[in-house]
């Protein structure tokens, strides 16, 4: 068998567990849902919240209100797959202290079993019926549209459940085309809600025009886990392995844990081609399969380290229909209620966004995801609050590279790709700061959950303070994705180029209506944000340090430049050099080497002064050979501005020949 080196996880989080989150107001609104209902009266609404911080509900209290109070006359759920309606069924909310009900009366839920194309016409006659509220699938809505024109969809409210399979691109997006022409030919209101706002395919969401007519509400991760009552921690832990994963699982599936393993897309490198072989290979690792339940497909296997009977629920196997379908409504009926009906789920394509096992307390999933809206989901199907879980664990398992193979290079991207996204969720689960600049005068430490930096560029318009309230992790996330940025990050470009022309580009191609005082300030605040939330802080009696550079600094006496002369996010690499051994660490710095970053025009600019005070201190120009990452850049840099140079003289040269003649 295939020894693992187990690393460290990527991200720790402890929360403080203050209840915050999950207590109810005298409406029964938990703390996100009342900051939903505040905005109530927005004709084009975005709640962007975990998952389990209660947005079915948010939604049932906001679209009531509308149906009520602000005189509309229907509502629209859709949601992207049929099991997911069910968070939207009938819910007494009078009993908690809400003015009405939410009511779907059976004819109206059209998440039944069927095809969505099928349902298209009873879609058109609730429109025309007397009833107020629909749940049905996004294809359902896309089909029924295309018999429909926008303005059938005047009086109603349409809501857009799990937002982000929206896209910005229409050509490629049926939703997106619907929902700008929904925006733009009728009076339609619209709730769109989602756990991710980001796409893998990092296509925006939404234009910048369109995301200017939503009124956005945001609720952290942090917030949500924080308030939690009985969650303390989460983890995010990559494990590397040589060979085939089924002979390298049972080294981290911990059969103590409620868990849900995804095993890899049959497209993946990591995958057998196998999916039903190696369902088989997972259950051996387990142990003796003694039976099968014919009513609800569990199998029941004792386990060959404890003897123990362990109930296990296979969605991979999709051959027959009806078992599958049995077997999600009892993981939807009993074993979302009952702690003892389940032990390990299986999945591939299942089990992620809207599935509600609150019991499940580790996600082990098999190979790179390159959505990081997949992965956000996967991990939240384990960060619900729930007696008895003290700690939640995401584990993504990843074939290490190997050298006698062809595709190296893919698969040291793809571990790079795992990490970055990893850091981005130690991001979106860290408390969130304010920064403001500090003043020369002041002399006061900064009080709790602010921080003053000298040089600090705070938000001057109402545009930037938006990006930065709503859109920070959704930008960082950009970042993180971009190729040219996954290398950056593993250390091949020193960090002022990094923060200083790399970013910045990101940014500009993001909001291209931002000018350049704006980029800067969101580049700051990026970068800022960023380094803070990757250091590590200690308090030392009154005082605050945290560590940037390998040294620790107080909080009070840092200030932009110190943060710009740190990578925010090399600690990809970091990861690396502990997770693996030094022959795989070696491939790894050699597949970065040969595929270093192109220079570009704007890092030349940038690093031009520093390449000349560099030679100024040494005595010599940077030498293309050298075995340090900065100078070796730097050398790269003198090279293309050398190239740039000698075009430039021969086109002078060829228009005064084309003069003279």
């Known amino acids: 068998m295939n020894a693992i080196k187990k690393p460290v ?24 849902q009342q900051r939903v209902f505040a905005k109530r009266n927005a004709q084009h609404l975005l709640v962007k919240a975990p998952p389990a911080s209660g947005k079915s509900r948010a ?71 007397p009833d107020a509220v629909l749940v049905c699938t996004h ?29 910005a691109d229409v050509e490629a997006s049926r939703l997106g085309a619907l929902l700008r022409d929904l925006m733009d030919g009728s009076d339609a209101h619209i709730v769109a809600m989602t756990g991710s706002y980001f796409r893998g395919d990092s296509v925006p969401v939404l234009s910048a025009e369109a995301e200017a007519r939503f009124t956005p509400v945001t609720f ?3 917030d949500q886990l924080n308030g939690y009552m009985y969650l303390r921690s989460l983890g995010i832990g990559h494990h590397f ?61 004792r386990r060959s380290d404890t003897d123990e009977i362990l109930r296990l629920a296979d969605l991979v196997d999709d051959t027959d229909q009806k078992k599958r379908a049995d077997t999600l409504h009892y993981l939807s009926t009993v074993a979302s209620k009952d702690r003892g009906a389940v032990d390990v789920i299986l999945a591939l394509g299942m089990a992620k966004e809207g599935f509600d096992w609150p019991y499940a307390e580790h996600a082990l999933t098999v190979g790179y995801r390159a959505s990081l809206t997949e992965v956000i989901q996967i991990i939240g199907r384990v960060t619900r609050d729930s007696p008895g879980k003290d700690h939640a664990q995401f584990t993504n398992l990843i074939a290490e590279p190997d050298a006698s193979q062809a595709e190296v290079k893919v698969s040291v991207n793809n571990m790079l790709k795992a990490i970055t996204a990893s850091l981005l969720m130690e991001q979106v689960l860290a408390q969130n700061f304010e920064f403001k600049s500090k003043r020369p005068s002041e002399g006061e430490p900064s009080p709790p959950g602010v921080i003053k930096i000298k040089g600090f560029k705070e938000p001057s318009t109402e545009r930037v303070k938006q990006i930065v309230e709503t859109d920070l992790n959704d930008l960082k996330a950009t970042i993180l994705q971009d190729d040219t940025f996954a290398k950056a990050a593993a250390g091949s470009l020193d960090p002022e180029t990094t923060n200083k022309v790399l970013i ?27 380094v803070i939330k990757n250091g590590e802080v200690r308090e030392v009696g009154d005082k605050r340090f945290i560590k940037m550079a390998e040294k620790f600094v107080n909080i009070d006496d840092i200030n932009i430049n110190l943060i710009d002369s740190v990578n925010p996010f090399q600690r990809a690499f970091e990861v690396l050099s502990k997770s693996v051994t030094p022959s795989v660490l070696r491939i790894i710095s050699d597949a970065i080497t040969s595929t270093r970053v192109a220079v570009t025009d704007e890092e030349a ?41 000698q075009e430039r003289d021969a086109a002078a040269r060829a228009t005064e020949m084309a003069d003279e003649s």
């Open 9 to 32: 996880n990527v991200v720790d989080v402890t929360y403080a567990r203050t209840g915050g989150s999950v207590n109810t107001d005298t409406m029964g609104m938990r703390e996100m």
């Open 59 to 129: 939604l049932m209290f906001v679209a009531l209100d509308k149906l009520y109070n602000q005189g509309r006359k229907k509502v629209i759920v859709a949601v992207p797959e049929r099991s997911i309606g069910a968070s939207f069924d009938s819910t007494e909310l009078s009993k908690f202290g809400f003015f009405a009900d939410w009511e779907v009366k059976p004819e109206h839920n059209l998440c039944d079993p069927g095809s969505s194309q099928g349902k298209v016409g009873a879609f058109i006659d609730f429109l025309d019926s």
């Open 139 to 167: 294809a359902t809505l896309r089909f029924a549209f295309e018999k429909l024109v926008p303005e059938s969809f005047n009086d109603t409210v349409l809501a857009i459940d799990e937002f982000h399979h929206v896209s």
């Open 220 to 222: 952290n991760y942090y």
């Open 241 to 301: 392995y040589q060979g085939r994963y089924t002979e390298a699982i049972g080294e981290v599936l911990d059969l103590d844990k409620k868990t849900i393993l995804h095993i890899p897309n049959v497209n993946s490198g990591e995958s057998t081609k196998d999916k039903i072989e190696e369902v088989g290979f997972i259950i051996d690792s387990i142990g003796l399969v003694e039976s099968t339940d014919p009513e609800t497909g569990i199998i029941s296997i």
């Open 504 to 530: 910045p580009k990101i940014i500009r191609d993001r909001y291209p209506d931002l000018n350049e005082s704006q980029v800067e300030e969101l580049r700051q605040q990026v970068v800022v944000d960023s």
């Open 605 to 645: 600019v940038a690093a031009w002064p520093k390449i000349q005070q560099w030679a100024k201190v040494n005595g010599r120009k940077p030498d293309v050979r050298s075995d340090e990452p900065i100078e070796k850049r730097y050398a790269e840099v003198l090279l293309f501005l050398q190239r740039k140079k």
